[in-house]
T-cell receptor, first 112, second 112 residues
Framework: GEDVEQSLFLSVREGDSSVINCTYT??????LYWYKQEPGAGLQLLTY?????DMKQDQRLTVLLNKKDKHLSLRIADTQTGDSAIYFC????????????FGKGTTLSVSS | NAGVTQTPKFQVLKTGQSMTLQCAQDMNHEYMSWYRQDPGMGLRLIHYSVGAGITDQGEVPNGYNVSRSTTEDFPLRLLSAAPSQTSVYFC???????????FGNGTRLTVT
């Protein structure tokens, strides 16, 4: 079946880089997404990558995709306390009308 | 553009009561969905709709009904609330398959 796995917690110091990892199971997924959820708020789209790419960079964010291993990572450079949040990885199974499948989320804690 | 609007933000129900969680989007998105978020469980799909008049079940549909009479609205009905339905509920929409989901800010429901 479809499943997206993430580690549950990551703790870093302000200024360090954070790397959040994700594995997915559906090799036909065309897009993979990273969402951020701050306390008490909804999910905000951070970035996404198309399955024919292996890297995407957007300011402090770098997404790496290894299709062979079905592994996705999100690197946040120069992590700030405002980056503390839950980060969700999501895949799009290649079935008409199917919603995104989310991982359980990684809680990033940034200490100053 | 308001995006995806959910009401109410908070609700407390007694076991056995019924209620409707409202969701509206003004982006003319065909696809709408409901998720529930529970600690340690991530987001789980309840129901989704690919257009007006069309709905389908997700991963955890029991105890919930939906309808889609218009493109804009996708209400979620709890027929007889149970404590197991205590959760945060998110509505989301997108304009086509593989495009990012846009989330509302959520409804926090407590059933006593």
């Amino acid at each position: 079946g479809e499943d997206v796995e993430q580690s549950l917690f990551l703790s870093v110091r302000e200024g360090d880089s954070s790397v959040i990892n994700c594995t997915y199971t559906d090799s036909s997924s065309t897009y993979l997404y990273w969402y951020k959820q701050e306390p008490g708020a909804g999910l905000q789209l951070l970035t996404y990558i198309f399955s024919n790419m292996d890297m995407k960079q957007d300011q402090r964010l770098t997404v790496l995709l290894n299709k062979k291993d079905k592994h996705l990572s999100l690197r946040i450079a120069d992590t700030q306390t405002g980056d503390s949040a839950i980060y969700f990885c999501a895949e799009t199974p290649n079935q008409a009308g199917t919603a995104l499948i989310f991982g359980k989320g990684t809680t990033l804690s940034v200490s100053s | 553009n308001a995006g995806v609007t959910q009401t109410p933000k908070f609700q407390v129900l007694k076991t056995g009561q019924s209620m409707t969680l409202q969701c509206a989007q003004d982006m003319n998105h065909e696809y709408m969905s409901w998720y529930r978020q529970d600690p340690g469980m991530g987001l789980r799909l309840i129901h989704y709709s690919v257009g007006a008049g069309i709905t389908d079940q997700g991963e955890v549909p029991n105890g919930y009904n939906v309808s889609r009479s218009t493109t804009e609205d996708f209400p979620l009905r709890l027929l007889s609330a149970a404590p197991s339905q205590t959760s945060v509920y998110f509505c989301a929409s997108r304009d086509r398959q593989n495009s990012p989901l846009h989330f509302g800010n959520g409804t926090r429901l407590t059933v006593t």
